[in-house]
């Protein structure tokens, strides 16, 4: 099978500072101030042309920023992405200035990925009557919901046709029945033999749709494999998480985390 998605190694590291103070200090003085955090230690993984991956984990597992480093919006610190295909992420807003209509963040966006005037034309209309804007598609971004904002990225993305699509969390934020109606819209990118990549907390939404799953827990990779294979192992975890008390799970977490976040790693 052709390979879509290389992801080698990926290392993200954020500092994390304890006031502004240190902040403006670390631009001045570089290395001086703040802590180092490895959102992302060391994270592989491959995808098949025609897989649907779906990323699970725990708040702060680092889905989105992997989700992120693939779609090509966020430099990674370490390691390398190869994408074969043009990628098109759905961030919720992502991507889109609030100060432009939406209509205008059609163009710009369609315009940023190399469409021509013509394609731009011909595609717009689709873009609009899936997002159900309606008369707001002319009216500044900063003025719509989240749902609407969400809706708008969703729309953009599926209809130009990409080769991969990365959706991230987009369709906990839009109502059922925009919900069904994206699922449908992937299912038809699933038929095409499309290459998908979406992270949810809906365990539901990944049964339906994915092939493969990414467990990520605490920045680095807790298991890879078919849907069957892991879902059912993550599920069992959640379960046995959710009755740990407080001090379980800060004991947990320093078993997991104390070997693969060591700075060491991080070349
Ligand atoms: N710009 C940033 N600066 C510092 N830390 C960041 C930044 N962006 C993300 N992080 C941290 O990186 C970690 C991973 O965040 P990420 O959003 O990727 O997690 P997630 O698995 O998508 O979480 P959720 O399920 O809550 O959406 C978190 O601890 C987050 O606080």
Request: aromatic share 8%; hydrophobic share 35%; charged share 30%.
């Amino acid at each position: 099978m052709e390979k879509a998605i290389i992801v080698k190694d990926i290392t993200k590291k954020y500092k994390l500072y304890s006031s502004n103070k240190e902040r403006i200090l670390d631009l001045i003085l570089p290395k001086s101030y703040g802590e180092d955090f490895y959102a992302l230690a060391g994270v592989s993984f491959e995808g098949e042309r025609g897989d649907s991956i779906g990323f699970v984990g725990m708040n702060g597992s680092g889905k989105s920023t992997l989700a992120n480093i693939v779609a090509g919006i966020v430099p990674e610190t370490s390691g390398s992405v190869e994408i074969n295909g043009q990628a098109s992420l759905i961030a919720v807003a992502a991507g889109l200035n609030g100060d432009l209509s939406g209509r205008d963040n059609i163009e710009l966006k369609l315009l940023m990925l190399g469409f021509s005037r013509q394609e731009i034309k011909e595609l717009e209309p689709d873009i609009i009557e899936f997002s159900e804007i309606g008369k707001f598609i002319d009216q500044p971004v900063k003025s719509y919901s989240s749902g609407m904002r969400s809706r708008l990225g969703f729309s953009i993305s599926v209809n130009i046709d990409p080769d991969i699509l990365i959706i991230d969390e987009a369709l906990s934020v839009g109502d059922k029945a925009f919900a069904e109606k994206s699922l449908e819209k992937m299912n038809e990118f699933k038929r095409a033999g499309k290459t998908m990549i979406f992270v949810s907390h809906s365990l539901g939404q990944m049964k339906r749709f994915c092939d493969k799953i990414l467990w990520l827990e605490y920045g680095t990779v807790r298991d890879f494999g078919t849907v069957d294979e892991i879902l059912p192992r993550y599920e069992e975890f959640l379960n046995q998480y959710r009755k740990m008390s407080a001090k379980e799970r800060e004991e947990y977490k320093e078993q997991r985390t104390s070997a693969s976040h060591s700075p060491a790693i991080v070349k």
